[in-house]
T-cell receptor, first 116, second 110 residues
């Protein structure tokens, strides 16, 4: 079975705290993504990465950064958490298109982050 | 205008009925499409891929109309377990980007 592990299912942090959300996949996939999901807004792409050390801004990168030091791990960092970053965060991954036509996204179970 | 648009619903449908959703996309560079299903407080899971004109899998049929830039999902003989939010997704090969619609909420009523 595919395994995508997100570090925490629920997380409560205070305004101004630094927050790390970790995502680990065991499929040896190149592409990894971080989304946030909010009612009425759907899933919005924060950052994505095509390979180790590579990162690209998504649609809403402000207030976030990412790290991809190893192929299997993609971390989302909130340098100084704010209340408007309260959301469900979903990590996903997929193989590179060069490896075949398989754009299916595998999602982690999500982290519900509350910033107080 | 959103790149992928869906009617949010909710659609309340009696068990056994047929239900259809549409999804429109604005980026003509989108080349493949997907329907994901998301249960409450769970992650999205792939339901169907739509690469060409359409795809059928049991009670589910997805169709793509490139001229009008929409895809549809048809569910026949609906079951209680079909209650979920259905997300439409467009894939742009050029930048590997997948764009999600906001989802259509379906509730099947006994």
């Amino acid at each position: 079975d595919v395994k995508v592990t997100q570090s925490s299912r629920y997380l409560v942090k205070r305004t101004g705290e630094k927050v790390f959300l970790e995502c680990v996949q065991d499929m040896d996939h190149e592409n990894m993504f971080w989304y946030r999901q909010d009612p009425g807004l759907g899933l919005r792409l924060i950052y994505f990465s095509y390979d180790v050390k590579m990162k690209e801004k998504g649609d809403i990168p402000e207030g976030y950064s990412v790290s991809r030091e190893k192929k299997e791990r993609f971390s989302l960092i909130l340098e100084s958490a704010s209340t408007n970053q309260t959301s469900m965060y979903l990590c996903a991954h997929t193989p590179s298109r060069d490896r075949g036509r398989n754009e299916k996204l595998f999602f982690g179970s999500g982290t519900q982050l509350s910033v107080l | 205008r959103k790149e992928v648009e869906q009617d949010p619903g909710p659609f309340n449908v009696p068990e056994g009925a047929t239900v259809a959703f549409n999804c429109t996309y604005s980026n003509s560079a989108s080349q493949s499409f997907f329907w994901y299903r998301q249960d409450c407080r769970k992650e999205p899971k792939l339901l169907m891929s739509v690469y060409s004109s359409g795809n059928e899998d049991g009670r589910f049929t997805a169709q793509l109309n490139r001229a009008s830039q929409y895809i549809s999902l048809l569910i026949r003989d609906s079951k209680l377990s079909d209650s979920a939010t259905y997300l439409c997704v467009a894939h742009n090969f050029g930048n590997e980007k997948l764009t999600f619609g906001t989802g259509t909420r379906l509730t099947i009523i006994p």
